[in-house]
Antibody, heavy 125, light 107 residues
Framework: EVQLVESGGGSVQPGRSLRLSCAASGFTFHDYAMHWVRQAPGKALEWVAGISWHSDNIGYADSVKGRFTISRDNAKNSLYLQMNSLTTDDMAFYYC??????????????????WGRGTLVTVSS | DIQMTQSPSSLSASVGDRVTITCRASQSISNYLNWYQQKPGRAPYLLIHGTSGLRSGVPSRFSGTESGTAFTLTIDSLQPEDFATYYCQQTYSSPLTFGGGTKVEIK
């Protein structure tokens, strides 16, 4: 059974940093691209970042480019999101999601076939 | 960036009704359009991929079609467990984008 478990969320002040993690199991992690998607309370889903299976191909939403960094450690079956210079606009549930395409880039015309339960990031002074 | 405009933003329907949700892309996305269902407090769940591909295990009352840059999710004979919010997503180009969501409520 595929499982994605996010951690690292919490409450931080504006301008501070936070690192999210996503522990994957139940599939061959290093064979698939992975993504982070966020959702502010009561709002729509927003794709944040994606990373290819080999980490050579990465993409970001304009809203986080230059502040957030996605990475992965295939040996640890883990996905990460380093978030710097946080603002109140970054407050949301953050989900990690598995891409459907085997050995895919972060844009592989696939879909997100498994999602974690999410971790909440609160940004407040 | 490709904009995905979803309509309506909400609708009220009764059990047994046929429901149609539309998603329009701001440019061609081929058939790289997916639909997700999200219930309160839960993660999104894939229903349909590649415009019309039904995920294994998803009831056949869900279907997807396309006409140019307009994509439609149809739920035939709405069931109590279908009351949720539905999102479309394009995976044609970066940044990947979602529609604004359609909340299906009980009439």
């Amino acid at each position: 059974e595929v499982q994605l478990v996010e951690s690292g969320g919490g409450s931080v002040q504006p301008g501070r940093s936070l690192r999210l993690s996503c522990a994957a199991s139940g599939f061959t992690f290093h064979d698939y691209a992975m993504h982070w998607v966020r959702q502010a309370p009561g709002k729509a889903l927003e794709w944040v970042a994606g990373i290819s299976w080999h980490s050579d191909n990465i993409g970001y939403a304009d809203s986080v480019k230059g502040r957030f960094t996605i990475s992965r450690d295939n040996a640890k079956n883990s996905l990460y999101l380093q978030m710097n210079s946080l603002t109140t606009d970054d407050m949301a549930f953050y989900y990690c999601a598995k891409d459907s395409v085997w050995f895919g880039e972060f844009i592989s015309h696939g879909y997100f076939d498994h999602w974690g339960r999410g971790t909440l990031v609160t940004v407040s002074s | 960036d490709i904009q995905m405009t979803q309509s309506p933003s909400s609708l009220s329907a009764s059990v047994g009704d046929r429901v149609t949700i539309t998603c329009r892309a701001s440019q061609s996305i081929s058939n790289y359009l997916n639909w997700y269902q999200q219930k309160p407090g839960r993660a999104p769940y894939l229903l349909i991929h590649g415009t019309s591909g039904l995920r294994s295990g998803v009831p056949s009352r869900f279907s997807g079609t396309e006409s140019g840059t307009a994509f439609t999710l149809t739920i035939d004979s709405l069931q109590p467990e279908d009351f949720a919010t539905y999102y479309c997503q394009q995976t044609y180009s970066s940044p990947l984008t979602f529609g604004g969501g359609t909340k299906v409520e009980i009439k």
